[in-house]
């Protein structure tokens, strides 16, 4: 059975990894590579004669220019095209930052081939990918709108600071509240929006435009 090829490219400095990763994939009859590049400059150089790309497989630490600048750059100048953040690093920190530039999904580098063949049909069907490395399962933002959940203003503030490297206590300091009370907001949006984790609170907050970035 023919399936529709998705037309990819890998950003990645490290070639024994980057030509590795490009050679499984090469395997699957759905993903076309179109090029690859060591950095987000180097990437900025070649996708002008690439239109046909649809997703971009992007590592964060990177010389020169790195993923969170590359894919800034990227959704500032083809919006069209989705990224795809593959790294090592599972840290909510990186994973919050390359949502925040735009990113559809996060994957780990040691996923397998198959994992990361499904990752890549789902964003570009549905433009993001939700999986246990981005936490929660984010069913509101799949909803209808009249469906969605009704937050306080002190809610809405708390969410817009998970966006940031603030600890919860911090966040408590700026708000003129105690870390009970932050805790309290924290545990009501987990329970509004069954999700378990603060990165799934950021992404459900960019994914709805009430984080903005």
Not at 56 to 61: E, P, S, T
Not at 87 to 105: F, H, N, T, V, Y
Request: charged share 25%.
């Amino acid at each position: 059975m023919q399936h529709p090829t998705i037309s990819i490219a890998i950003v990645d400095d490290h070639t024994l990894f980057r030509s590795g990763l490009a050679s499984l994939l090469e395997e699957f009859e759905e993903i076309d590579i179109s090029f690859e590049a060591i950095n987000g400059l180097d990437l900025q150089s070649k996708i002008g004669s690439k239109p046909q790309i649809q997703l971009i497989l992007m590592d964060i630490n990177m010389p020169v220019m790195d993923g969170f600048a590359a894919t800034k750059w990227v959704k500032a100048n083809y919006p069209h095209i989705h990224v795809l953040a593959l790294s090592m690093l599972e840290d909510e920190k990186a994973i919050i930052g390359m949502l925040k530039a735009g990113a559809g999904g996060y994957m780990l580098k040691e996923s397998t081939p198959t994992e990361l063949l499904t990752a890549i049909k789902v964003i570009v069907e549905k433009g993001f990918y939700v999986n246990e490395v981005v936490s929660g399962r984010l069913l509101v933002a799949l909803k209808d709108a009249d469906t969605k959940p009704i937050f306080s203003a002190r809610e809405l503030t708390f969410l817009q600071h998970c966006s940031t490297e603030f600890t919860y206590k911090e966040i408590a300091d700026l708000m003129n509240v105690s870390p009970r009370t932050v805790d309290n907001y924290r545990e009501s949006l987990f329970a509004k929006l069954n999700i378990k984790s603060r990165t799934g609170l950021v992404v459900y907050g960019i994914k709805n435009e009430i984080i903005l970035i």
